[in-house]
């Protein structure tokens, strides 16, 4: 346990690892438990016949054969798919159920000798987190050519524990620096895209419905925002000379939350750093991320204007605190915009694979709705090029991104058909 | 640069090295740098003449002998002192000048060949800064009996780019664990103890005086906070359910400024550390510090429990904007309190040295007033079991625990002065 535990990482270890309902997942992106994910998904796949593609970015895409299928993976396959990352203490069904229901829907087809139209297939996408490298749906992006190459390689860690690497050095140094090119061009094709995962939100379950059935994602973006103060003592700094930049800190994450809150979005500050990191020094600097969301692209934009307008005003009122030495108490604040994602909706054509296979399940409309999804996924950039929709089960609570996450047993069955049907629905359109 | 210092260290290294006024000093105590200046400490007082003594707590006394004088440190000497230690970037003034100003001293002795009545000493005090060990003025407060040696051998870093060590260990791998009881009644004794020290405030700066005259120190208690809330998705997870434990400690952060302000005193957190510490996780746990300050007693308990009932106000509402769903919600908040100082009177007689030489040196009494420290200081435990005072001298723009802070020399001379001749004062009573 090295010191700096006490300031990087309060954790409280609450987690009691024998009781699966709380024992959680951390398997950051590219991280040694990831390989092992990683190689068992090839071993798995490529022994229940398939064949396995790493691309430059680390995405693996498992290949099933159809009737009309070449060797080189170049034939469109219609794709089950999610990632096997998660949070540093995160669930256990965030993104792994996905693709477990991929690898399940495979021994499906082979049981029951099942020969599809064309080929096939489950995809683990690299870093959909975004929690350690901070570009979420980073491999699918990647893909979607919307995140270039040498972005994503160059990407350093940000996890506070984790060691000094880039993307590139970590996909190297766990062998999943693929040669085929992560794109959607001249990389491996996607026919179409469908994504089984948690609804990492209560409205399932408090409707007490089986599946949601995903028409698009709502629109995020990522902030550094780095605010400067000045380094003053604690005992001797009276407030009118403090430029104390966590205070300022402070004032900006409950301004910020009220903004977020009275126009209809979400904003939420998970990681926040601060120097010089001493009892008895006022903060001369401060460092957070912040993590906006709103299901209209217009009206995020709207609550990131609202919000520079609040940097100002702090910055501001920070001076006039002065009491004539204004020059000793500026704040400053600069946000970098680090990623974003605009609203997306899904093809109805998909949408209406994923309904029909729900309808035949459940017999009844009552058992599912139609919904927006408040998390990114893989599928917002595989929907960039080919139809793509996504399935949603019940999540305990709604609550994800936390170690106790979990789905009942009967409702990741229920998904994982949702799954199977609507590829096979697609395959044969 | 460990990939960490994204997080941890946000510094923007603004520092221009080769600009003495802003160069600053990063000497934390029992570090490697801390060890040098404790050398150079050592060897440079022996060449002066002085027998040295370290303590179990790694204090180094550097004794002049008198006319009456023993051999074994046994005879109560009148000390100068301070500390070596500095913040993690802190300035070159706070604590050093008092230790350059008692060896300037006894360079002054040699060369016009005084000799003192009882012996005259310069102590460097062990860890007084508490940035790195979170107790400050540990060392002088062991010596003075109201630390224990076992709890402060005991205190690990909570510094984030230190390593795991113990302040045992630490004094151990330097050299410095000393063999002498750290101690007022069996180990080195003092007769009676001057502090040299830059203001760290405006008001000797202001008033355009040169000396300060300080009859006591202000009382402050430290306490770590640890704020619990429940990890969650940051874009699936509505305010109504969530325990953010950050946006819940930015609260408790503007709170507790206002009361501290509403009551006269200081509040300050200058650390925070965030769990999971991922940007789009709700934040579950916040670990925090908090330093308090009154020049009362009285006042500052008042403060500690106005800021406990904040602590109470905090939880309930979070509990209330849960909508139904209480037990989700819960946020809980604990103070454990590191450190107390009571607020100190220095002894008159040591007072009235001071003011005395500061008048024969300065003529008239409109060039310095009397005044009481924000800061704490070694002599807070010294005055404890012996004749105490201090010598203040400006501070530009009050600014102190900064690589700026900063003192003219021709301030220092004249501080410089008055210590010794409180020193020479004191030793003729
Ligand atoms: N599904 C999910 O948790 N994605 C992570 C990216 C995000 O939405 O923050
Ligand atoms: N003089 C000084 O900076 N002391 C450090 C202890 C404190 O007052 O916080």
Same mark, same amino acid.
């Given at each position: 346990i090295h010191s700096t535990a006490k300031w990087t990482e309060p954790k409280s270890s609450p987690s009691i690892k024998e009781d699966i309902r709380t024992a959680g997942l951390s398997r950051l992106t590219l991280g040694k438990e990831d390989r092992q994910a990683r190689d068992w998904f090839v071993q798995t796949t490529e022994s229940l016949g398939c064949k396995t593609y790493v691309d430059q970015i680390g995405n693996i895409f498992a290949i099933r054969?159809?009737?009309?299928?070449?060797?080189?993976?170049?034939?469109?396959?219609?794709?089950?798919?999610?990632?096997?990352?998660?949070?540093?203490?995160?669930?256990?069904?965030?993104?792994?159920?996905?693709?477990?229901?991929?690898?399940e829907m495979l021994r499906v087809l082979n049981d029951? /000798?099942?020969?599809t139209e064309g080929p096939v297939g489950v995809v683990n996408w690299t870093n959909e987190e975004g929690a350690k490298y901070p570009i979420?749906?980073?491999?699918?992006? @990647?893909?979607?050519?919307?995140?270039?190459?040498?972005?994503?390689?160059?990407?350093?860690?940000?996890?506070?524990?984790?060691?000094?690497?880039?993307?590139?050095?970590?996909?190297?140094?766990?062998?999943?620096?693929?040669?085929?090119?992560?794109?959607?061009?001249?990389?491996?094709?996607?026919?179409?895209?469908?994504?089984?995962?948690?609804?990492?939100?209560?409205?399932?379950? @408090?409707?007490?419905?089986?599946?949601? @059935? %995903?028409?698009?994602?709502?629109?995020?973006?990522?902030?550094?925002?780095?605010?400067?103060?000045?380094?003053?003592?604690?005992g001797t700094t009276d407030f009118a000379n403090r430029?104390?930049?966590?205070?300022?800190?402070?004032?900006?994450?409950?301004?910020?939350?009220?903004?977020?809150?009275?126009?209809?979005g979400l904003a939420s500050v998970g990681m926040l750093a601060v120097s010089p990191s001493s009892v008895n020094t006022v903060p001369g600097e401060v460092r957070l991320s912040l993590d906006i969301r709103h299901p209209s692209d217009k009206a995020l934009n709207e609550m990131l204007k609202t919000i520079q307008g609040i940097c100002r005003q702090i910055e501001s009122n920070a001076e006039n605190t002065s009491g004539g030495r204004t020059h000793l108490t500026r704040i400053t604040i600069d946000m970098k915009e680090d990623f974003a994602s605009n609203a997306v909706k899904f093809s109805p054509e998909a949408i209406r694979c994923v309904e029909q296979s729900a309808t035949d399940l459940l017999g009844e409309a009552t058992k599912f709705q139609r919904m927006t999804s408040g998390a990114g996924h893989d599928s917002v950039c595989t929907s960039m090029h080919c139809p793509t929709a996504m399935i949603f089960i019940p999540c305990?609570?709604?609550?994800?991104?936390?170690?106790?996450? /979990?789905?009942?047993?009967?409702?990741?069955?229920?998904?994982?058909? %949702?799954?199977?049907?609507?590829?096979?629905?697609?395959?044969?359109?």
């Amino acid at each position: 346990i090295h010191s700096t535990a006490k300031w990087t990482e309060p954790k409280s270890s609450p987690s009691i690892k024998e009781d699966i309902r709380t024992a959680g997942l951390s398997r950051l992106t590219l991280g040694k438990e990831d390989r092992q994910a990683r190689d068992w998904f090839v071993q798995t796949t490529e022994s229940l016949g398939c064949k396995t593609y790493v691309d430059q970015i680390g995405n693996i895409f498992a290949i099933r054969p159809g009737l009309n299928s070449d060797d080189n993976g170049r034939v469109p396959a219609t794709f089950a798919g999610s990632h096997l990352d998660s949070q540093p203490s995160g669930g256990r069904f965030d993104g792994v159920l996905g693709v477990a229901a991929g690898v399940e829907m495979l021994r499906v087809l082979n049981d029951n /000798w099942i020969e599809t139209e064309g080929p096939v297939g489950v995809v683990n996408w690299t870093n959909e987190e975004g929690a350690k490298y901070p570009i979420s749906m980073m491999g699918s992006g @990647v893909w979607a050519g919307r995140v270039s190459l040498e972005d994503a390689w160059n990407l350093k860690s940000v996890h506070p524990v984790s060691e000094v690497t880039t993307v590139k050095q970590e996909l190297e140094s766990i062998g999943y620096l693929g040669s085929i090119p992560a794109s959607h061009k001249n990389g491996v094709r996607i026919g179409a895209h469908f994504e089984l995962h948690l609804e990492q939100g209560p409205k399932l379950e @408090v409707a007490r419905q089986a599946i949601g @059935v %995903v028409e698009g994602v709502q629109a995020y973006k990522w902030f550094t925002v780095t605010i400067k103060g000045r380094e003053s003592h604690a005992g001797t700094t009276d407030f009118a000379n403090r430029a104390d930049a966590l205070y300022s800190a402070a004032t900006f994450i409950t301004m910020v939350r009220e903004v977020a809150r009275s126009l209809g979005g979400l904003a939420s500050v998970g990681m926040l750093a601060v120097s010089p990191s001493s009892v008895n020094t006022v903060p001369g600097e401060v460092r957070l991320s912040l993590d906006i969301r709103h299901p209209s692209d217009k009206a995020l934009n709207e609550m990131l204007k609202t919000i520079q307008g609040i940097c100002r005003q702090i910055e501001s009122n920070a001076e006039n605190t002065s009491g004539g030495r204004t020059h000793l108490t500026r704040i400053t604040i600069d946000m970098k915009e680090d990623f974003a994602s605009n609203a997306v909706k899904f093809s109805p054509e998909a949408i209406r694979c994923v309904e029909q296979s729900a309808t035949d399940l459940l017999g009844e409309a009552t058992k599912f709705q139609r919904m927006t999804s408040g998390a990114g996924h893989d599928s917002v950039c595989t929907s960039m090029h080919c139809p793509t929709a996504m399935i949603f089960i019940p999540c305990k609570d709604g609550i994800s991104h936390n170690p106790s996450e /979990w789905c009942e047993k009967e409702d990741c069955a229920i998904g994982a058909n %949702v799954l199977l049907h609507s590829v096979l629905r697609m395959d044969r359109l």
